[in-house]
RNA sequence: GCCAGCGUAGCUCAGGGGUAGAGCAACUGAUUCGUAAUCAGUAGGUCGACAGUUCAAUUCUGUCCGCUGGCUCCA
């Protein structure tokens, strides 16, 4: 596209609007103290101090005032200072926090500041020119956050907001989050009847009502099935144990805050497990294993309990019990990136199968609070790294974010409104293989400990459903639709032919359904359309004379002609290749 | 857990110190209809819970529970 003037770059206009709408709280506002406000996708926030915080109503103020400004033309300048005087200059203004900002800068570089009108702040900039340039945003929602990002310290008062080039470009965006919403999981899981939360079982407690559970019965199938082809072995283990078990593994003093409080049976204390690890171990304790058994690879649908502060649930997406699709693999120090690599390739090909080809990978590396030697942290580091190359993957590394007992490699998926999820987990285990003191005997004879890695694919059931029903906007591709295929006859002197289509599809193994209600075939369409259902078939009375089937897909309103051995032929085939189809749709 | 907002029928939401409202859904009846809503009637509520103020509270105040956004933390 041709364009005379070059582009203000979007970053530099959503940094000056964050100026600006600190300007308008320090007008309206001045007993406010500023903090920091930097850009974020698609805008910007601003940290503010207040005694009193900030309600809805204040932002519409706010941006009245920033309109204000903006329509003053303001020249925006740069000023350069030294160290000291602008130290000077923030406690003249009273900004506490700008103070800590600055003694945050590098000695070498400069101190620059912002001004407008009245109003100067410190910062890196770039900045526009004119505050005339800042005309298309919009304030979003005020949070609180802690300064400096910790709980410890004082809480601030942040307003979210976003900016674009032009009214146009902010209306769009506007729509597109408008549009997020309604492929929201939890407002989709209502609407679609797939799963429920109550307050009389419990916060993050789920429900899977038929039409998710049958969903989650194909994922759960699926999973197994690629498990049993890939080498493991499926294993079963309690959703209790005792609390000596966690005290062995650890879990008693490095997890405990997420361990649902100990139940008394008969004078011995248990608990809900936050993790299947342990009980694999066991199992591999059972007997006296040999080189010869290794790699030994345990895997389990085990639905784990973890205390999570109230506040960060979140629909499926964060819960307090969930499955985990979790396996833990035994083998020597010289399989690991054999393995690694496996189980990449595998959840690369479970996650597209579900059709997300847009991931984040991660690798975190060991913290400062550790077991093992550092010698084994850099080999495993070294195992995980190499796996990645060799998978050719692209990660950033998460310096110092692994657990204590090992470095990992994490996957993450988006939701609808682009936040991202942990999912799938590569994870080596330098901890439970010595607390348990489990071993093999070599070659030789000797003892050796094996390594131990964690894995899930999916990561929890629950949330991986979360992220598959916004990422489908609830319409299933065909292989998981819980219902795919409505029959919608006209009248119900249609009903015996219905009858007849139906036990046909039904015995050719389909999850079919029927609408036999009194009621016209607008209407039927129209809920049919609402349930997202792939296939509806309208039989009336040309259709039972042909002996054929009308067939409208979801998402187009064409019908086509077809007999009832070619549908079916058609959604077997759609169905074992797991055509996504038009499944997924961006927003 | 923290800050803010919210909680009224199965769902979406209106209302407001003086015995509770709509649409959709449900139920009953009529209608037998060709591609996104046929018509009529009936029923449905401890206004999240508890306490306080008041002659009177669903409405005001407080506490608690739950939800939403974000922070912190994590699959």
New binding site residues.
Partial sequence: MADDKPKIDLETIRHSTAHLMAQAVKQLYPDTQVTIGPVIEDGFYYDFYRES?F??EDLEKIEQRMKEISSENLDITRRELPREEALRMFDEMGEPFKREVISDIESDEPISVYSQGEFTDLCRGPHVENTKTLKSFKLL??????WR???RNK?L??IYGTAWHTDKELRVYLKRLEEAKKRDH?KLG?ELDLFS?T?EV???LILWHPKGSRIRCLMEDFWKEEHFKNGYEMVHSPHAARVDMWKTSGHMDFYKDNIFSPMDIEGKEYVMKPMNCPFHIQIYKSRLRSYRDLPLRFAELGTVY?Y????????LL???G?T?DDAHLFCRPNQIEEEIVKVLDLILFILRSFGFDEYRVYLSTRPEKFVGSEDGWEQATNALKQALEKSKLKYEVDLGEG?FYGPKI?IKIKDS?N?F???S?VQVDFNLPERFDINYIEENGQRNQPIMLHR?LM??L??FFGCLIEHYAGAFPLWLAPVQVILLP????NQRYTDEVFKKLMNSGFRVEKDLR??????K??EA??QKIPY?V?L????QENNSL?V?KRRS?E?VALDIDSFIDKLSLEVSKKDLGEAIQPI
Wanted: proline share 4%.
């Fill in positions: 915080p309600v809805p929602n005020v949070s609180a956050a802690y990002g910790d709980e809480v008062q942040r939890r209502k939360v307050d419990g916060p993050g973890r999570e502060r109230s506040g960060v649930l979140h629909g964060r819960v307090r969930f985990q657990v994490d409104l936040r999820w942990q999912v987990t899930a990561g929890s629950e949330r006209i009248t119900d002197q009194n009621e016209k075939i607008g209407f369409i129209r359309q609402l509806m309208i009336g009375e040309k259709e009308a409208r309103k019908t």
